[in-house]
């Protein structure tokens, strides 16, 4: 019988902003992991500030200790599951600079080696009508040019100052069961990928 270990998966919205929306919407999905039976770790971008990645600041002072911090993160998590919030089409200069810094050398080895064989999930909201859903294809870009493999089911939540409730939950059925079909999906996937070998009875 083929066992299945609860797959880790690191959740974090490229707004540091208190009131983010994206990250209601990323809490919402950790919660939707767990009860998916993965392992979900929210993080708040604001608790790992990081310089504008400058080649020459590297150089003089290595990576900064909170690069090292989130490629630490990123090691003990196979999936990731990213909000994004949507910036004149784009994906968050946050967003960015936060996957920048993750990708670098620690000295030893390639932050690109910590991406590779990792699996994706990606969400956005906004006030707008599209829900942000411009910058998904921008990070899916993004996180396959590290070497990440992105599920083909974005998620964009339009409206997102009428799409929550006091709670912080999603009003719409709809966009509920779609969050919950992706995070599922996230978990299966990552759950079936590193099932520990089947017993043989050896
Ligand atoms: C510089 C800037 C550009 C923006 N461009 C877009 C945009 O292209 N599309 C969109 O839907 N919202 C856009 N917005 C509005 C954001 O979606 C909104 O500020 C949102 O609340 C940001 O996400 P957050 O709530 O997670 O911080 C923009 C906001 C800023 C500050």
Known sequence: MTTY???????????AREQSYNKRLARLAAER???AG???TFIDLRDYPLPLYDGDLENHEGLPANARSLQALLAEHQG???ASPEYNGFITPLM????????????????????ADRVAAVVSTSPGAFGGMR?????????????VTVLPNPLAIPRAAQAFSEA?????????????????????ILAKLHAAEPSNGR
Not at 5 to 15: E, M
Not at 135 to 147: H, Y
Not at 171 to 188: G, I, K, N, P
């Open 5 to 15: 270990s609860a797959p880790r998966i690191l959740v974090f919205a490229g707004s």
């Open 33 to 35: 992991v767990e009860q």
């Open 38 to 40: 993965g392992l979900a």
């Open 80 to 82: 990731l599951l990213l």
């Open 96 to 115: 960015k600079n936060t996957l920048d810094w993750m990708s670098r050398s620690d000295g030893k080895q390639s932050g690109l080696a910590l991406f």
């Open 135 to 147: 910058s998904l294809a921008l990070l899916r870009q993004l996180l396959g040019n590290l070497g």
């Open 168 to 188: 912080g939950e999603l009003e719409d059925e709809s966009q509920r069961d779609r969050l919950d079909a992706l995070c599922r999906r996230l978990v299966t």
